[in-house]
């Protein structure tokens, strides 16, 4: 079905995996095209609970892909714009999909690859990866990442790593809080494998609203509206089925519908 990525099913789980090793997993216009409709299909897709976003070969991500660069080089404003419109759409499948997604990154990340990264849930590097946005080498800016890869790292470690395009490690990637965790090489699909294993356990319908949750109220002001939110939030997933469910089999100590 995919020119640029692969996808696998195991019990709940999908596998959508970056496949373009020669060229270090870039993206072009139909990489984006392929993630953005894997992720809103999966998204619809009762059956599965949790998405890993992994790639094939030494690279996570380098980005762009040089042969689509060239080709932009000659786009008008217009197309431009509506090319960048396309990479929005797809970041923003992955960000507002409603299975939870975690991030494998086994190897280098550089430019839109963080902005890949970013826009999952939780994020396991391996301890070798080096990090780079370095787009402002090439007289670029990461316009289009930028409200994904500043939530992730923060914006006082954005001002740095925009203006200066450095190269930085996975230890310093956990310390600013753009990765959850670190491992060596042999430990990277065990412990995906662990955080899947926790989310698979949770309720569908809870974690998806979760998702919300955190996108709604993380970085915005305590105002009365949002507490008002918050209030009809928690009395919305009460009320529902699985939300009536859950606190029942705790009380009857038995398993919850979603994993019998």
Known sequence: MYQTL????????????????DVRNAFNETTIAEITQVFNEL?????????????NGP??????DLNWMKKMADYTHAENVADAGQLAAMLAAI??????????????CYAGGMGLVATCDVIVSVDTAQFCLSEVKLGLIPATISPYVIKAMGENAARRYFLTAERFDAAQALRIGFVHEVVAADALTSKVAEIVKALVTNSPNAVAQAKVLVREVG???ITSELIANTVEGIAAIRASEEGREGVRSFLEKRKPSWLV
């Open 43 to 55: 998204s619809g897709d009762t059956s599965i609970r949790a998405i890993v976003l992994a790639a």
């Open 59 to 64: 690279a996570f991500c380098a980005g762009a």
């Open 95 to 108: 960000y507002t999909c409603t299975k939870p997604v975690v991030a494998q990154v086994q190897g280098d």
């Open 219 to 221: 970085g915005g002001e």
């Open 6 to 21: 692969t996808l696998t099913r195991d019990n709940k789980v999908a596998t959508v995996t970056l496949n373009r090793p």
